[in-house]
Structures are given as structure tokens and as C-alpha cells.
């Protein structure tokens, strides 16, 4: 594997594991957005290989440091980038020409030479991009999430008007070529909207064949949370009263057979006495039925305990529930957990599971119950009769 196929897995492997998902714009996709735009302006660049290494190399590296927070991002990912390169044993002379490509992607630096004038063209490629209406609500939602950043409509087409036309411009001969047309048409359509009051729902859902897509209401977190909470207290409670009927039970009956036990079975030996061994075994048959569905009702299910990474990638694993992860490292079980948090759908996802499967639980526990008592309630009625009929017989 090349040096640049390494830089890949490491890079896709980083963000996939450490970056939030609050970053819905420096993500992976931008990363290798960033990339596939360096290859193509290198086609049309006549560069030796040492030159395009460093190229690809700072954009795949240039957005890591993001893994670490908004703050001075760059002076991370140059962090990241040396100690990558220096495992990798490349020279000292390689690692600085990469991290001076990554830090010209500052937002106001100002490019010194064609390298530079390429990552930064290339890290600004979506502006001549079909896809910038979708792309640029990415952003806005993205400092919404990370920075505290909110715009309204008409606040967020202003600020991206003003950066495309007075603090960028593509300084290659590949970009003024095939990205500015395309950058100007957005421009236009910006200025479009904003004669129309600004309409940014618009701008957020076409798409290249110019279709609508409906925007999706924000659920309300609080009330989701309110919703969960209270459900999840009222299976608690019902799980613990099903286990208090349970041992009621199990407390009678093995009181009843302690009974029998004790004076009753060593007085059926006397001839006197036949007539009571029918009723007995009756008594201790359902007495001893009752207490192994009670048993059953609270016996509890073991699981395997471990799960595996492709479970987590897929989501089907449901780490709420400790039967899942026992038996895992807490390294594993840490990694999960932060998977989980950072993907809204995956959270919500294993609490309704975890809701699902606890009333599944307790379906079973009080069908047992219900079946349990009947026993008892039977067994104690047919233990009378036949101790009535045995008496009736003696007596007769």
C-alpha cells in the first residue's frame, strides 16, 4: 500500500471514529470532496510527483483537526499530519511543504504560491458546485450545532453573498474554467432569493433537476426526553410489581409444602390416615407447579454479552441494555457509547428498542403470572374439595 492509500485508510478511520456528527460540513465527505478536486486540477497542472504528494496528502489531512474542536483546527491537523508522516518515516523536508499547504486553508489566508493557490481552490470547490444550495445548508447547520451560530434566512444568504464575492476568488487556471461559471450562477441565485425576501428553504432543497424536497419539522428534544423518562419509570415500576406477585407466591406455596411437609406427610403412614394422601399430593403438586412459574416469570435470560464493531457501524446492537456488553473491554465499550451519541437516530433508535423489548419482557412475565395464580387459585380450590370428600368418606 502507498503512501497516499495509507494517508486514506487513516484519515477515513479518524474521522470516522472521532469526529462528532455535529460536523455535518468538515466531515469525511468534504474531505474527500477536497481531495477529488486537488486530482483534478492536477490533470491540468504540470507538477513533479514530490508536488502532488504534498498536495493530496494536506487534503486528506487538512480537516482532522476537527477531531479536536473547532478551535485553531488547522494547527491540529498539522499536529496530526507530522506524527502520521514521521511514523511513516518520510522526511522532515515532506512533512513541512505538507503543513504549510495545510495551514494556507486558513479562511483569510493569502495564498504565496501556486501549491497553496491549488488546496485553497480545491477547499473552496463547492462554491462552483451544483450541489452548493445542499452543501451550504450543511454549513449553517453545522455552526449552528458547534458554535452556537444561528442565522435566519436572510442573515445566512447576506454572509455567503459576501464572502463569495468579496473575499473569495479562484486563483486557478482549471477553477476560473469550470468552477467560476458555475460560482456565479449561485451568486445569482442567492441575489435571486434575496429579491424574494430571502426565501433559504428554497436555496436548501433544490437539487440539480431542480426538485422540492419538504422541509422535516424539528422534533422537540424535551419532550422526547419527558416521553422516554416517564415510559421507561412506568415498565420499571410494572417489572417490579410482576416480581413482588412472583414472590408472594413463591412464599406461600413454599410455605404450604413446608407445611405439608412437616406434619402432615409423616402422619400419612398410619392406616387411619390413608384417606388424606389423595388431597396431599394434590396440595403439593399444585403448590410445586405454582412455584416453577413463578420461577419462570422472574428467571432472567442470559445473552452473549459482546458485540462487534460492524454490529455498532450497523446499528444493531442496543448498548443501553447491559446484556449487550458485559463481557466487552471498557475501551470497546467506550468507543460504542460515543458512536452512539454522536448519531441522533442511532440514540433514539436503541431507546425505543430498549422501550420495545422491556414490554416484550413484560408481556412474558405477566402472562407467567397470570398463569401462575390460576394454578394456585385452582389447586388450592381442588386441594379443599378432595379434603372435603376424603373427611365425607370416613365419616360415611
Known amino acids: 500500500m502507498n503512501l497516499l492509500h495509507q494517508a486514506e485508510a487513516f484519515v477515513s478511520e479518524l474521522l470516522k471514529d472521532k469526529l462528532s456528527k455535529s460536523f455535518t460540513y468538515h466531515n469525511l465527505g468534504h474531505t474527500k470532496v477536497v481531495v477529488n478536486a486537488v486530482e483534478a486540477i492536477l490533470q491540468a497542472e504540470k507538477l513533479n510527483e ?8 494536506a487534503a486528506w489531512f487538512h480537516d482532522t483537526g476537527y477531531t479536536q474542536g473547532c478551535t485553531k483546527h488547522e494547527d491540529a491537523s498539522v499536529v496530526i499530519a507530522t506524527d502520521f508522516l514521521r511514523d511513516k518515516k518520510q522526511s522532515e523536508e515532506f512533512i513541512v511543504a505538507v503543513n504549510k499547504l495545510i495551514e494556507a486553508t486558513v479562511h483569510d489566508y493569502e495564498p504565496k504560491n501556486n501549491l497553496e493557490k491549488i488546496i485553497r481552490d480545491a477547499d473552496y470547490a463547492h462554491f462552483g458546485s451544483l450541489d452548493y444550495p445542499v452543501i451550504c445548508e450543511q454549513l449553517r447547520k453545522e455552526w ?42 449561485n451568486i445569482q441565485m442567492l441575489k435571486g432569493n434575496d429579491q424574494k425576501e430571502l426565501k433559504m428553504e428554497k436555496i436548501e432543497t433544490k437539487s440539480k433537476k431542480g426538485k422540492k424536497k419538504k422541509d422535516k419539522k424539528e422534533k422537540p428534544d424535551r419532550g422526547i426526553d419527558t416521553l422516554f423518562r416517564i415510559t421507561l419509570g412506568n415498565h420499571t415500576r410494572l417489572s417490579g410489581i410482576a416480581d413482588s406477585k412472583a414472590n408472594i407466591l413463591l412464599s406461600v406455596n413454599a410455605i404450604i409444602i413446608s407445611i405439608a411437609l412437616s ?3 409423616p402422619k400419612l403412614d398410619s392406616p387411619g390416615n390413608a384417606h388424606l394422601i389423595l388431597p396431599t399430593f394434590i396440595l403439593l403438586m399444585f403448590s410445586v407447579v405454582s412455584i416453577i412459574f413463578a420461577i419462570l416469570s422472574t428467571r432472567p435470560k442470559v445473552t ?7 454490529d455498532i457501524e450497523a446499528q444493531k446492537v442496543n448498548l443501553l441494555f447491559f446484556g449487550n456488553f458485559y463481557k466487552m473491554p471498557l475501551e470497546e465499550y467506550q468507543w460504542a457509547v460515543n458512536e ?21 419482557v413484560l408481556d412474558k412475565k405477566y402472562k407467567l403470572l397470570r398463569i401462575t395464580y390460576n394454578i394456585f387459585m385452582i389447586g388450592i380450590i381442588v386441594s379443599v374439595i378432595a379434603f372435603v370428600l376424603a373427611f365425607n368418606s370416613v365419616l360415611g
Open 50 to 57: 514530490n508536488d502532488k504528494q504534498a498536495l493530496l496528502m
Open 144 to 185: 449552528q450545532i458547534t458554535m452556537n451560530k444561528v442565522f435566519s434566512n436572510e442573515e445566512w444568504a447576506k454572509e455567503n453573498l459576501h464572502f463569495m464575492e468579496e473575499k473569495h476568488r479562484y486563483q486557478t487556471g482549471y477553477a476560473l474554467t469550470h468552477w467560476q461559471p458555475i460560482k456565479e450562477k
Open 263 to 265: 406434619s402432615i406427610i
Open 304 to 310: 452473549t454479552g459482546t458485540f462487534t464493531r460492524e
Open 340 to 360: 452512539l451519541m454522536k448519531d441522533r437516530d442511532y440514540l433514539y433508535n436503541s431507546m425505543i428498542k430498549d422501550l420495545y423489548f422491556l414490554g416484550i
